[in-house]
């Protein structure tokens, strides 16, 4: 079946820093990518669509400059965390999919972003 | 815009006992589909089931069934011979046809989710 995979699994660093997670498609062209960011005990909220070659578009309450996107390939997304601050902390997980496919977002196994 | 609710946010029952899963959902779209997935501590999002809505017949996957409900907008999810390892969050994703609400992507709206509980 497809594959995500997300890396790295844990980061922790201190604030300030940039925080770069990448999402890769291991087995399929991902045309689309999607960040989602999970708080404990909640759901995953949708922080950005991406398509390859375009910019990224952002949910409503979501800080473009503070979350940059980067989908320059068919196999590759980025999420970078701009001067991370402890409330950034959080799990971060991506989803990837093909453009005009049935087939529901395959998944990465998520970042444990901890901020000190 | 389109709604996932899930009423139950926890659940338990005793394994080999089987559970029901609540989903009701909100759309003006005829065609989407529906997905159950499940998060273990691992924190992994698997998919468990899904349906398409223009399919009558309700979905089924070794021991997880779903009762699809068009009209009643509801599509839960059955649990049998409940195991130890069934023990995550579970959520249910509505996904819009693509190029329908909103210039749908094939983005997934999800319910709040329903912590499910196995005991032995």
Same mark, same amino acid.
């Given at each position: 079946g497809a594959v995500v995979s997300q890396h790295p699994s844990w980061v922790i660093c201190k604030s300030g820093t940039s925080v770069k997670i990448e999402c890769r498609s291991? &087995?399929?062209?991902?045309?689309t990518m999607f960040w989602y960011r999970q708080f404990p005990k909640q759901s995953l909220m949708l922080m950005a669509t991406s398509n390859e070659g375009s910019k990224a578009t952002y949910e409503q309450g979501v800080e473009k400059d503070k979350f940059l996107i980067n989908?320059? *390939?068919?196999t590759l997304s980025t999420l970078t965390v701009t001067s991370?601050?402890?409330? &950034? *902390?959080s799990f971060y997980i991506c989803g990837a999919r093909t453009l005009g496919s049935n087939q529901p977002q395959h998944f990465g196994d998520g970042t444990r972003l901890s901020i000190l | 815009a389109q709604t996932v609710t899930q009423s139950q946010p926890e659940m338990s029952v005793q394994e080999a006992e089987t559970v029901t899963l609540s989903c009701t959902y909100d759309t003006s779209e005829s065609n989407y589909y529906l997905f159950w997935y499940k998060q273990p501590p691992s924190r992994q999002m698997i998919l468990v089931i899904r349906q398409e809505a223009y399919k009558q017949q309700n979905a089924t996957e070794n021991r997880f069934s779903v009762n699809f409900q068009k009209a009643a907008k509801s599509f839960s999810l059955k649990i049998s011979d409940?195991?130890?390892?069934?023990?995550a969050m579970y959520f249910c994703a509505f996904m819009p046809p693509?190029?329908?609400?909103?210039?749908?992507?094939g983005n997934l709206i999800f319910g709040k989710g329903t912590k499910l509980s196995v005991k032995p």
């Open positions: 291991l &087995d399929f062209q991902a045309t989908h320059a *390939s068919l991370a601050h402890p409330e &950034d *902390s | 409940s195991q130890l390892g069934d023990t693509f190029g329908g609400y909103g210039g749908s992507q």
